[in-house]
């Protein structure tokens, strides 16, 4: 599945190479720092400048012997600098430099999702307003129960992912820190201000109290996030595959040229797609609870969340990036079929307006509950015999002495029942 994905760029996040630049880059700010402040002469930060370098290669072979992942890294970094090498990592704890480029990995992860949710936006909102007054059959319990629009359900997705784009705006400013605190975040062997003024140069706050590393209710909520959105797409997928069900057939993906649905059945067309993101959302569901339960670490910390966040953090980026494109995709180039969407409206014989007559014979004055039974015995009478339903309530006698012609006719308006589609999408749209 991966292979067949074109966009690369949050692939290439988690890559060592970048991982190692971020850790790399916060040493080297942190040696600004300290340049700043007359502990590393200038000669020596400008060799540092012109030699830092890693070779992931030897990071590997280094780690082999010495099961530690940073110290393997500034033996690396050191091979290359030389003697200055000396004051690198000075005053830093490993997880100043892992904690704090995670949070450079996370942040930018999280734009190119934040991209994505835009995109999927973008397309919901161009497909609600082409099908805002293509009138289908809403469902409750899967039966037919009164009309909406198909962009209205569109606009319900929308609005749902307009949410999901301002929890995910405040989930990158919560993981959009770091900390330079040394072994237990105690500032044992450097201060505040200059942890504030490193984390600012690198586009980051300080974490306003720390231990050995950054809390992890604040990746719970990041990866809770992404479960959030995973699963606002498979809301979406789910209605997807249900109005593609061959009695329904609504909507329909779109079929490529050349595209097999079964290996036994040349006929088939199935909704793979949608499919496949439901499938996806589980597993990202699975991986917000991994990173809740890295919240709970012994004392200043220990490494049971490490080998969680190695598998979650690319994982969950790449998938939930995946599913945002592939279900723009799927919005994008999703076949509507109204002409079956009036067919299905029609099939229930006029049942949907129920509700109407209902009201219409309580402003006559009966109680609720005879309302309720004269329009209920109509409406099974037609359910059961696969009658029209006005014309079961045009031959009630007891009915028509409550209710004119032209009163059970107007019930039947579908204008009027969908009369307030624009102030929805005036609500939606422009809020």
């Known amino acids: 599945m991966i292979s067949r994905y074109s966009r690369k760029q949050m692939e290439d996040i988690w890559k060592p190479e970048n991982r190692f630049q971020k850790w790399l880059d916060i040493e080297l700010a942190v040696c600004e720092a300290w340049t700043k402040r007359g502990v590393i002469p200038e000669l020596s930060m400008k060799l540092i400048r012109e030699r830092a370098s890693f070779n992931v290669d030897r990071i590997n072979e280094i780690e082999k012997t010495t099961r530690h992942d ?24 490993s997880y100043d430099v892992v904690d704090t480029a995670l949070s450079l990995l996370m942040k930018q992860a999280g734009s190119l999702i934040r991209v994505g949710l835009v995109e999927l936006m973008d397309a919901l909102k161009e497909r609600a307003f082409e099908t805002k007054r293509v009138a289908v059959v809403g469902r409750s319990h899967g039966i037919h129960a009164e009309p909406t629009t198909f962009g209205l359900k569109l606009a319900i997705f929308y609005s749902e992912m307009s949410r999901n784009l301002k929890r995910w705006d405040a989930a990158l400013e919560t993981i959009s820190v770091g900390k330079i605190s040394g072994a237990v975040g105690t500032y044992a062997h450097l201060d505040p201000e200059m942890e504030a003024e490193i984390l600012g140069n690198l586009g980051l706050k300080p974490t306003p109290a720390s231990n050995q590393v950054i809390q992890r209710d604040r990746h719970a909520e990041y990866f809770s996030v992404l479960a959030l959105v995973a699963s606002s797409i498979e809301k979406i997928a789910t209605e997807i595959r249900h109005l593609q069900r061959s009695e329904v057939s609504e909507v329909e993906e779109f079929f490529h040229p050349g595209q097999k649905g079964s290996s036994a059945m ?40 490490s080998s969680v966040e190695r598998i979650i953090g690319p994982d969950a980026t790449i998938i939930v990036d995946f599913m945002l494109a592939r279900m723009t995709t799927v919005i994008k180039n999703m076949r ?96």
């Open 70 to 93: 940073v110290i393997a890294f500034t033996t690396s970094v050191a091979e290359f600098v030389g003697e200055e090498s000396r004051f690198i990592h000075r005053g830093l704890t």
């Open 266 to 305: 040349p006929h088939k067309r199935n909704p793979v797609l949608t499919e496949n993101l439901c499938g996806l959302a589980r597993v990202v569901r699975g991986y917000s609870l991994s990173a809740m339960e890295n919240i709970p670490l012994w004392h200043e910390r220990d490494i049971s969340h």
């Open 336 to 431: 509507i079929f109204e002409d079956h969407m009036a067919r299905n409206l029609d099939s229930s014989r006029g049942l949907i307006f129920s509700e109407s007559i209902l009201i219409k014979l309580v402003d006559k004055g009966l109680t609720r509950e005879r309302a309720y039974f004269l329009t209920q015995r109509n409406a099974m009478k037609a359910w059961e015999n696969g009658l029209n339903f006005k014309d079961t309530l045009l031959a009630d006698p007891e009915l028509s002495e409550i209710l004119t012609k032209d009163e059970i006719e107007s019930a039947f308006d579908m204008d009027h029942a969908l009369r307030w589609v624009d102030a929805t999408f005036n609500r939606v749209f422009n809020s």
